[in-house]
Nanobody, 112 residues
Framework: QVQLVESGGGLVQAGGSLRLSCVAS????????MRWFRQAPGNQRGFVAF???????QYADSVKGRFTISRDNAKNTVYLQMNNLKSEDTAIYYC??????WGQGTQVTVSS
C-alpha cells in the first residue's frame, strides 16, 4: 500500500520561506513521477509542480522562480522549497504519486 506523508508546513510572514517534505513508502519511488498540489479554502485543488523519476521538473506559472521541487531517491522523499512566499500561497499542500495516491496534506499559512 502506497503511503505519502507530508510535513514542513506552518505559519510564515510574506517574503519568507518554507520547505515541505513528502516521504513515500510502499512504492518503487525512484521510478515514479511525483507532484505537489495545493488547495485554498473555497478553491479547487490545483497543480503546483512535478518532478519525473530522472529529475525533469515543471511548475505552475504562479510559482515559477519562487518554488523548487526536488527529490532524494535514497530517502524516498520529494521536497518543495518555497521562497518569497505570498499571502496567495496560503493553502493545504498535498503530495501526489499519480494517478491516485495522495498524502494527508500540510497547511501553509502566509501572513501579510
Amino acid at each position: 500500500q502506497v503511503q505519502l506523508v507530508e510535513s514542513g508546513g506552518g505559519l510564515v510572514q510574506a517574503g519568507g520561506s518554507l520547505r515541505l517534505s513528502c516521504v513515500a513508502s510502499g512504492t518503487t519511488f525512484d521510478r515514479q513521477t511525483m507532484r505537489w498540489f495545493r488547495q485554498a479554502p473555497g478553491n479547487q485543488r490545483g497543480f503546483v509542480a512535478f518532478i519525473t523519476h530522472d529529475g525533469y521538473t515543471q511548475y505552475a506559472d504562479s510559482v515559477k522562480g519562487r518554488f523548487t521541487i526536488s527529490r532524494d531517491n535514497a530517502k524516498n522523499t520529494v521536497y518543495l522549497q518555497m521562497n518569497n512566499l505570498k499571502s496567495e500561497d496560503t493553502a493545504i499542500y498535498y503530495c501526489n504519486q499519480p494517478p491516485e495516491y495522495w498524502g494527508q496534506g500540510t497547511q501553509v499559512t502566509v501572513s501579510s
